[in-house]
């Protein structure tokens, strides 16, 4: 059974950096597309990052780009988030999510999309406060 753990959500104040862990129990990490998304209270939960499955091939929004780095560690099964700049308006609950194709193209319509992810975390809050 595929199980997706996160941890390193806290509260920060505007301008720190936090770095968020993604275990994933049950498969090899750098076997699918690994994604994070957050979800703000009252808003859709949306886009933050995404490791294509193939090769090294990263994306990432535009509110977090050049702030936000994503990263896979194969051989400790673990993608992480490290956050910088951090901005109030970052603060979100923060879920690692995985698929389970293999999609022969990598699109920015695949990636950005939650449905098309099948497993996902429980979450981890992270609160910016200015």
């Known amino acids: 059974q595929v199980q997706l753990v996160e941890s390193g959500g806290g509260m920060v104040q505007d301008g720190d950096s936090l770095k968020l862990s993604c275990v994933v129990y049950?498969?090899?990490?750098?076997?699918?597309?690994m994604a994070w998304f957050r979800q703000s209270p009252g808003k859709e939960r949306e886009f933050v990052a995404a490791?294509?499955?193939?090769?090294?091939?990263?994306y990432y929004a535009d509110s977090v780009k050049g702030r936000f780095t994503i990263a896979r560690d194969n051989g400790k099964n673990t993608m992480s988030l490290e956050m910088t700049s951090l901005k109030p308006e970052d603060t979100a609950v923060y879920y690692c999510?995985?698929?389970?194709?293999?999609?022969?193209?990598?699109?920015?319509?695949?990636?950005?999309?939650?449905?098309?992810?099948?497993?996902w975390g429980q979450g981890t809050q992270v609160t910016v406060s200015s």
């Open positions: 999510a995985t698929d389970t194709q293999h999609p022969t193209n990598f699109r920015i319509a695949y990636v950005t999309a939650s449905r098309e992810y099948d497993y």
């Open positions: 490791w294509w499955w193939r090769g090294t091939t990263t």
């Open positions: 049950g498969r090899p990490i750098a076997s699918y597309t």
